[in-house]
């Protein structure tokens, strides 16, 4: 069985056809493109939720240590 694109729900049912996301996924030649700029535009937010919850335990820690 042949995978579909993502976004287009085109048929992959050729090797050249297919090309792999930066998350893994598989696209087609022709989506590639518009899909990667998809996920750049998500993952600064993704980013900046991360890097303030690991601030946090980093104070928690901090503040145990100099107690």
Known sequence: MAALCPNCKTKLSCGCQRRTASNGTTACSSCIGSYERELKKSK?????VNTSSNQDRWSELMKKFKK
């Open 44 to 48: 600064p937010a993704l980013a900046k």
